[in-house]
């Protein structure tokens, strides 16, 4: 069961569908029959009602994702990221290329889904930067096939037979 901090699976459609709406059109009204929630939902302005925040993926140099979030605007957390100006993930993984975003207008949701993003297979991040939505909802099913978007053997030491380190 989810804890109460993250977003229903019905708000993270909403979202999802919200998303793909503003790639094709600029203005988006779901209604309550798609969205499940008892009046027309419409996008807010930045900085109107509540503290906006953002959800981010960075692609690191060495091909790794990064997920964050940040109320201060993109453009300055990634200069953040690129200078080092935090010790720890990125900081190692320099340049970083922000490859997705989600603007959110409580804090508090972009937080859990953070979270939840975090939680994710790399195949699953790839699929939601990518946008391809078909693919995010088969790898959410239990024991989907995930397959690595990358090669991960140049980055691990070569074993003999034995399992020891050659």
């Known amino acids: 069961m989810l804890s109460a901090a993250y977003p229903s ?23 309550s029959r798609d969205s499940g929630v008892s009046k027309d939902i419409v996008p807010e302005p ?8 953002h959800v981010y993926i960075v692609k690191c140099a060495d091909g ?9 605007g993109l453009e300055q957390r990634m200069a953040e990221h690129n200078a ?13 290329e922000l490859v997705f975003t989600e603007e959110f207008s409580q804090v508090s949701d972009a937080i859990a889904m953070e979270r939840r993003i975090k939680g994710w297979s790399r195949a699953k991040k790839q699929a939601l930067i990518d946008g391809d ?8 099913k239990p024991g ?4 690595a978007s990358f090669d991960t053997r140049a ?11 050659a």
Do not use: C, W
């Not at 080092?84 to 970083?96: E, L």
């Not at 939505?133 to 959410?140: C, G, N, T, V």
């Open 133 to 140: 939505f078909d693919r995010l909802k088969a790898l959410s």
């Open 9 to 31: 699976t019905r708000a993270l459609r909403t979202l999802l569908r919200m998303r793909m709406a503003e790639m094709h059109d600029d203005t988006l009204i779901l209604s």
């Open 144 to 147: 989907a096939k995930r397959q």
């Open 155 to 165: 980055s691990h030491a070569a074993q003999d037979e034995d399992g020891g380190n």
């Open 64 to 72: 790794s994702f990064y997920t964050g979030t940040t109320r201060a």
């Open 84 to 96: 080092g100006k935090f010790d720890g993930y990125t900081s190692s993984r320099r340049p970083v």
């Open 46 to 53: 930045m900085g109107t009602r509540f503290m906006s925040a």
